[in-house]
């Protein structure tokens, strides 16, 4: 009944109620009558003060739900008299949700009311891609080289899709939320607000995007449906390997091997390197790459590359030979040892002088290299920790099956370690992400830098500085909040969500 659901909500939030069932429900509707009259009252100050527009009426509605909230909850604790018997709850519970009333009301007016987010909009494309690509991308002297960009997107949309295939949940549960997703990039790409690019063409690419996403999403969750368990694992085992060459793959697209560019100017007729550059074949340069690309490039590689790494490392810290426990042990400790930032310094500075001999290198890949060899320490010392609680019987199990010791590791040990250690992997991630901040100390230029320096690109824009700081806040939270959410769909399926799921797992 709706009473007992009030009444549960309730005593979640500011504890339980000496009174009697009767009375208790009555006291919760003179709370929310009264609340809800000087919610609406509140209300239609903010509609008189600021006006009726879309943006009033959307804030003044936030508004009158996080002040019934408040108000409902500290009428009801004070006539219930909850304090007396859950003071601690009841305190909590009001204080939060009157927290939550400041945080809407003033953040919500400056939004909705304040702020004026053209600054954002006029360089949608500047934030995405960097100053260099955004004028090959936008101006018709240049060749387009947005089919990079969009070969990269298509291949990580089918593959998010068909990784979801394989999980054996309802269909909607990603279909919905997806397609939300892809509403709000169609809608940012399509807004016409101080646009300085044809949208027609973005926006019919990303529907496709899409649409390929509910086909290879359909045949994942149909095969997977059709088959056994271990058909699905095997399926999943393909796509995460394939999510590994999708890495190698953005970084081959965007600025191909010199061999393969001249390959292409035979093909097409190129004369010379000058017309090489002035055509597709040419490749983007990693020099002109920016914006939340590097960002999500360098991350991936702190993940990927960071991964690999760790498993080598963690390995090694435990091996009994000299020559491969002595080196790991030393390039953890050292790395270790500094902050990233140091490293990152290093990697401009320094690594040129050890490198250059053999090859050369520009600074975004250089930070590739050390994003990966810095999130590689780190992982490795938590999958040591996993390692180490491996139970010794399987270990011995394994060698009565006649696995030799690499199989061993890697097909008993390696994977007890990472179910153990998941949670803490994906912290790192997490870290490694927004640590990619730090690029704008050695002037590269990424999301946030760029962010940063938006009010300067227009004289109207001087003092819209809060802005895309916002949003690149809003950015670097939503795609931590997605990987933890993968991470706790991980955990699930492995059965490390309750207590006992690692025999479970």
């Known amino acids: 009944m709706i009473q007992d659901r009030i009444l549960e909500i309730e005593q979640s939030i500011i504890g339980k109620s000496s009174l009697v069932p009767s009375l208790n429900i009555t006291f919760s509707y003179v709370g929310i009558g009264i609340s809800l009259l000087l919610s609406v009252y509140n209300f239609l100050g903010i509609l008189s003060e600021e006006g009726t527009s879309i943006k009033a009426l959307i804030f003044a509605i936030l508004v009158l739900l996080a002040s019934f909230l408040a108000i409902y909850l500290t009428i009801t604790s004070l006539i219930k008299q909850t304090f007396w018997k859950n003071p601690a709850s009841t305190l909590l519970g009001v204080l939060s949700a009157w927290i939550i009333y400041l945080v809407v009301n003033g953040f919500g007016h400056f939004a909705l009311i304040e702020a004026d987010w053209e600054v954002v909009w006029a360089n949608r494309v500047l934030v995405l891609v960097g100053q260099l690509m955004t004028e090959s991308l936008t101006q018709p002297y240049l060749p387009n080289q947005s089919w990079r960009l969009w070969s990269i997107l298509y291949l990580t949309f089918a593959l998010i899709a068909a990784a979801y295939g394989t999980t054996g949940e309802k269909p909607l549960k990603f279909l919905i939320p997806f397609t939300i997703f892809c509403g709000i990039l169609t809608y940012i790409a399509w807004n016409p607000t101080a646009i300085n690019y044809n949208s027609d063409e973005p926006v019919m690419k990303l529907i496709g995007a899409t649409i390929l996403s509910y086909f290879t999403f359909g045949a994942s969750y149909i095969y997977c449906s059709r088959n056994e368990e271990y058909v699905a694992n095997r399926l999943r085992s393909y796509l995460a390997l394939t999510s590994v060459a999708l890495f190698f793959f953005a970084i081959f697209i965007m600025n191909p091997p010199e061999a393969v560019q001249d390959l292409c100017a035979q093909v097409f007729g190129i004369s010379s390197d000058a017309n090489l550059q002035l055509t597709r074949c040419g490749g983007v340069e990693a020099s002109q790459w920016g914006g939340i690309f590097v960002n999500l490039i360098v ?207």
């Open 299 to 505: 991350a991936t590689a702190g993940c990927v590359l960071g991964f690999g790494v760790g498993v080598v490392l963690a390995f090694g810290r435990q091996s009994k030979l000299p020559f491969f426990k002595y080196p790991a042990v030393a390039l953890i400790e050292t790395v270790r040892s500094g902050p990233l930032i140091c490293w990152l310094y290093f990697a401009v500075f320094l690594l040129p002088d050890i490198i250059d001999p053999f090859m050369e290198l520009e600074d975004i890949m250089r930070m590739l290299l050390i994003f990966g060899l810095f999130g590689g320490c780190y992982i490795a010392e938590v999958l040591r920790g996993g390692l180490q609680a491996v139970d010794s019987g399987q270990k011995e199990a394994a060698i009565a099956l006649g696995l030799s010791p690499m199989q061993t590791k890697l097909q008993v040990e390696l994977p007890n370690a990472v179910r153990t250690t998941l949670p803490s992997i994906v912290s790192v991630f997490i870290g490694l992400w927004k640590d990619t901040t730090l690029l704008f100390i050695i002037n590269i230029l990424d999301f946030f830098k760029l962010a940063k320096d938006l009010p300067n690109t227009s004289p109207g824009y001087l003092g819209d500085f809060l802005e895309p700081l916002y949003v690149t806040a809003l950015v670097f939270w939503v795609f931590a909040f997605y990987l933890s959410r993968i991470s706790m769909r991980i955990e699930k399926g492995l059965g490390l969500t309750n207590e006992g799921g690692g025999e479970a797992a």
